[in-house]
């Protein structure tokens, strides 16, 4: 296969079929819950991966060639680009997201990369005009180049940070152009190796700075949408300044930055912060920052971001019920930040691992509001706090009682009844409402 052009559109043939190009659970205009599959589930591409990873590691070169026939360097790119739109096509899948690198190539200096990157912002633009798919975030790659080595908007150069400044400026303008309606901030280098070499208070303050002058120019030119900042623990920087949800949340509170602000949540990145991705997602939620995902598994015997396509049903499922308890996708949508594994080197491996993370998700997706219809998990959540609906539990929930009172209500308490947890019966629940009939 040298194109996605000649190949059949990837259809929903259902559970039964054996046709690996087809999808099995994702139906993308079957409603569900008042809504269509694709608007749930809102799919993104991940330009990184899919059109520009070309399978090198540490330990070895490149295992596929992404040129796609081409050897002029903006023709390299025109090319990926038409190849996207069309896989995208094929795939029903609806928007795409990138890093400014991804998209144009490299230039000698920073003018001539920012003319080829405008370049193919325009190139996309026209796609756009023949295409329904929409951008659904850029991000500007800070943290490749060698001049962000000690971060960008961290850095202790402040030449580097007026790059960096640069850099967001065009990725939001190409934002407003492209109908993108997310602008993501993954920490790429913003965090420190050692403490010897680092003012952490100033280059956090810096950090703020930074995003409170990209919300203020992105305001200023019309963009409408959510700037997100995506959790990481760790990887390049040994500690990231992101580590994860619940210390993002802290610094957008502490720096006035929550409304503007909200999160892309990356599951590898949970399982790297010793956390679910679930977890994540239900910080997010609980904070009202929920906004995106980064689909993806990790492995859990590798101690780094593996990025691999996801294909675990049980946490899709987890992963939706939080996405539909926050009220389903809005300005965000689920990219798959997920590569092909390095030997899986063909086009034919790239549309099977994205008609498995589809169908994975489309699973969580369908599985999820069985097991919110099935009510036996919310039910017991709810009711393992009814000793806070009424007597001693209601006033503490009010605010109407103190210290005092409840020094004297617990001494006057002769037995104390805790209930069981029920874990193992639970789990049973989600596997019934999984694999029976
Ligand atoms: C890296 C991040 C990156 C962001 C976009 O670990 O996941 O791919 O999603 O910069
Ligand atoms: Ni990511
Ligand atoms: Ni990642």
Same mark, same amino acid.
């Given at each position: 296969m040298k194109s996605y052009k000649d190949i059949k559109k990837v259809e929903?043939?259902?559970?039964?079929?054996? /046709?690996? +190009?087809?999808?099995? +659970?994702? &139906?993308?205009d079957e409603v569900i819950a008042g809504k269509k599959m694709r608007e749930h589930l809102k799919f993104a591409l991940s330009?990184?991966?899919? *059109?520009?990873?070309? %399978?090198?590691d540490m330990f070895g070169g490149p295992t #596929? /060639?992404? @040129?796609?026939?081409?050897?002029d360097p903006m023709k390299i790119y025109e090319a990926k680009a038409d190849l996207a739109f069309d896989l995208m096509d094929k795939l029903s899948i609806d928007y795409y997201c990138f890093h400014d690198v991804d998209i144009a190539p490299q230039g000698k200096i920073y003018k001539e990369t920012l003319a080829n990157f405008n370049h193919m912002v325009d190139y996309l633009a026209k796609k756009q005009e023949t295409h329904s798919q929409r951008l659904l975030w850029s991000t500007a790659? @800070?943290?490749? /180049?060698?001049? +962000? *080595? &000690? =971060?960008?908007?961290?850095?202790?150069n402040a030449d580097v940070f007026a790059l960096a400044a640069a850099k967001v400026k065009a990725c939001i303008d190409a934002d407003v152009r492209l109908g993108g309606t997310a602008y993501v +901030?993954? %920490? =790429?280098? #913003? =965090?420190? #190796?050692?403490?010897? @070499?680092? @003012?952490m208070k100033l280059e956090q303050d810096n950090l703020a700075r930074f995003f409170k002058m990209a919300r203020d120019y992105g305001r200023s030119v019309g963009f409408k949408g959510d700037y997100l900042l995506e959790p990481k623990p760790k990887e390049p920087t040994k500690h990231q300044y992101d580590f994860d949800s619940a210390t993002c949340c802290n610094f957008l509170r502490t720096y006035g930055l929550l409304g503007d602000f909200k999160l892309n949540i990356e599951a590898n990145h949970a399982t790297l912060a010793g956390h679910t991705f679930q977890h994540e997602l239900r910080v997010a939620r609980d904070n009202g920052v929920f906004c995106s995902i980064d689909a993806n598994q990790g492995d859990y015997l590798l101690g780094w971001d593996t990025d691999q396509f996801p294909t675990d049903v049980y946490n899709a499922l987890y992963a939706m019920y939080e996405v539909i308890k926050a009220g389903g996708f809005k300005n965000g949508g689920l990219n798959f930040d997920a590569k092909t594994r390095r030997p899986s080197n063909t086009l034919e491996d790239i549309l099977l691992a994205y008609i498995a993370g589809m169908d994975t998700f489309a699973l969580g997706l369908r599985l999820a509001y069985k097991l919110i219809e099935d009510g036996r998990i919310d039910d017991f959540v709810n009711h393992r706090y009814d000793s806070y609906k009424s007597g001693i539990g209601k006033k503490i929930v009010d605010g109407t009682t103190d210290f005092k009172e409840l020094a004297e209500y617990a001494l006057n308490n002769e037995e104390i009844k805790v209930e069981s947890g029920r874990q193992e019966y639970l789990e049973t629940i989600v596997n019934e409402v999984m694999f029976g009939k």
């Open positions: 929903y043939l259902g559970p039964t079929s054996k /046709d690996p +190009f087809s999808f099995k +659970f994702y &139906n993308p330009w990184w991966h899919t *059109m520009d990873y070309c %399978g090198v #596929e /060639d992404k @040129n796609f026939g081409q050897t790659n @800070n943290f490749g /180049d060698k001049v +962000f *080595m &000690n =971060g960008a908007a961290t850095s202790p +901030f993954w %920490g =790429g280098r #913003e =965090g420190y #190796e050692t403490l010897l @070499n680092t @003012n």
